[in-house]
Structure formats: C-alpha cells, structure tokens
C-alpha cells in the first residue's frame, strides 16, 4: 500500500470524527511516513510499519476527545437547524392545513371503518337471534297452521346459517382491520422514537 492509499482508507475510517480531527490526523501521518522515507524506508514500507489503518483509526477514535467531537457536530448542525425553524415557521400556515386535512381524511376512513364492522355484528346478531327465535318458535306456529311452521322451520335454519357464515367474514374482516391499526401505531411510534433519538 502506498502513502496515497493508506492517507485515502484513513479518511474514510475516521469520516465520524470533526474535519479539524481528520486534517490533524492526516497531516501527522503523512509527515511520520515522509520522515521514514528520509531515513531510507521505501513507501511501501513506510507505511506498512505504521500497523493497520483500521487500528490507527480506532486509536485516533479513542483519543479525540468527546467533548471536541459534540461540539464540532453542535456546529456543523446548528446552522441547519435554524434554517429548518425559520421554514417550519413561516410555511405553517400551509403544511399546517394539509396535515389538519390529512388526518381529517385518515379519521373519516378509521370510522368508516369502524361503523361498517359495527353494521356488519348487528346484521350477523339479527340473522342468528332470527334464526334461533324462528326454529324455536315455530312448534308453537304449527298449531295454528302446519305449513308456516314448516315454513318458519326452514327459514330459521336459512338464517341461522346466513350468520355463521357472515360471522365468520365479518370476525375476519375486523381482524384485518385491528392488525392493520396496530401495523400503523408500531409505524408511527417508530417514527417519533427516531425523531426523537435523531
């Protein structure tokens, strides 16, 4: 490895710490490897005494202190921040709105949702209780008349047999609905977790 290779890996190893650090860094070793080829060393072998670039990073890491890291970052960040806050002010009175209509329309849908389901149990409760009232009741119609009672019979199974089927559509339907709920939270409390964290 060459002195330009082992300054270009070095670079890219310590890309985490503050520009100053990375040019102090680069500078000090460029002049150790420079010394070594004074002294008679080749190139390659000046820089192969050196050790591993990926040790010589983690070094140079452990060295730098946090304190100058933190506020080379604060520094290199603030501006951007200030720059955001200006933009964020000034453009709420729109992306305040669109966000206002868009959970507007996402709470419309969630209740639509909702009162479908609701809709759905009523229909499947009423198709099992008239089932059960007409197979139960009808013993009771054919005293009176013989073919309503058959009649009422059949009908009641016919209806019994509408919701459990429908219960089952509707237990599934509402499933989906309760994952897909708890799929968006999870997504939403990740967001604000990385947001925060960030």
């Known amino acids: 490895m060459n002195k330009f290779e082992f300054l270009e890996q070095l670079e890219s190893g310590l890309k985490d710490l503050p520009n100053s650090e990375i040019k102090k860094s680069l500078n000090y070793y ?12 080749s190139e390659v072998d000046a820089v192969a005494s050196l050790g ?16 100058t890291q933190t506020k080379e970052t604060v520094k290199q960040k ?4 200030i720059l955001i806050i200006i933009l964020l002010v000034l453009g709420s009175p729109i992306w305040l709105s669109i966000l206002l209509a868009l959970f507007s329309i996402i709470l419309a849908v969630y209740v639509t949702a909702v009162s479908i389901i609701i809709s759905l149990f009523s229909v ?7 089932g059960v009232t007409a197979v139960f009741g009808s013993p009771i119609i054919m005293y009176s008349n013989i073919q309503t ?9 016919i209806l ?16 989906l609905i309760i994952k897909f709920t708890a799929f968006c939270v999870r997504k939403l409390k990740s967001l604000i977790v990385k947001k925060k964290t960030a």
């Open 160 to 175: 019994f047999g509408l919701g459990v089927f429908l219960a089952y559509g509707t237990v599934k339907l509402s499933s």
């Open 52 to 67: 591993s670039v990926d040790e010589i990073a983690i070094s140079v890491k452990s060295q730098t202190q946090l304190s």
């Open 149 to 157: 009672g058959i009649f009422c019979i059949g009908a009641g199974l």
């Open 124 to 130: 499947v409760l009423s198709f099992l209780l008239g």
């Open 30 to 41: 460029s002049e150790m490897i420079d010394d070594r080829i004074e002294d008679g060393e």
């Open 78 to 81: 603030s501006g951007y921040k």
